[in-house]
């Protein structure tokens, strides 16, 4: 089966700085790949979702790649603020729309001012 | 803006209790889902739903059992809650490509 694998249960960073986050998955590439945010005691948020044919995609201080070949998608947030502490999680669509996501586990990220 | 909402956000039960999670989505989605997330293991998928009157087994469930006569009606249920059963719950909802969670139940079984 499908396993995906957040390389860091936590990451902390300088206020300002780029944080960049791993999402790794085994076996078959996913027809998409998204990623959440999720703030203590909350459920999850969409934040981006970019397809297998695409490299890269980016929204605002956001931008995520994915690497087929290496099976692996990059999350980065550039100029980081201590707002963007929270966790974050990569989620694999194997099939768009049609099985249920497979999610990590996530990423706990702090920011420090 | 879709909208899912949970009937509870805490909730307090005894060992051997019947539960009712209900979860309602606003959007006309098919899709809805059920998670539990616990420290360190995640989102695990306990059961999910692609139609009125279907429902499917995720990962995990035993224990439990679900319900949707409608469509935007979502039940998770507890037939008798057990301490391990102590988790923070989460509905989703999916219409398309974008997955939606409602805020969460954070349910303690004593």
């Known amino acids: 089966s499908q396993k995906i694998e957040q390389n860091s249960e936590a990451l902390n960073i300088q206020e300002g700085k780029t944080a960049t986050l791993t999402c790794n998955y085994t076996?078959?590439?996913?027809?998409?790949l998204q990623w959440y945010r999720q703030d203590p005691g909350r459920g999850p948020v969409f934040l981006l979702l970019i397809r297998e044919n695409e490299k890269e995609k980016r929204k605002e201080r956001l931008k995520v790649t994915f690497d087929t070949t290496l099976k692996q998608s990059l999350f980065h947030i550039t100029a980081s603020q201590p707002a963007d502490s929270a966790t974050y999680l990569c989620a694999l669509d194997m099939s768009r729309g049609n099985t249920p996501l497979v999610f990590g586990k996530g990423t706990r990220l702090s920011v420090i001012a | 803006d879709v909208k899912v909402t949970q009937s509870s956000r805490y909730l307090v039960k005894r060992t051997g209790e019947k539960v009712f999670l209900e979860c309602v989505q606003d959007m006309d989605h098919e899709n809805m889902f059920w998670y539990r997330q616990d420290p360190g293991l995640g989102l695990r998928l306990i059961y999910f739903s692609y139609d009125v009157k279907m429902k499917e087994k995720g990962d995990i469930p035993e224990g439990y059992s679900v319900s949707r006569e409608k469509k935007e009606r979502f039940s998770l249920i507890l037939e008798s809650a057990s301490t391990n059963q102590t988790s923070m719950y989460l509905c989703?909802?999916?219409?398309?490509?974008?997955?939606?969670f409602g805020p969460g139940t954070r349910l303690l079984v004593l």
């Open positions: 076996n078959y590439s996913p027809a998409y």
């Open positions: 989703a909802s999916r219409g398309g490509e974008t997955q939606y």
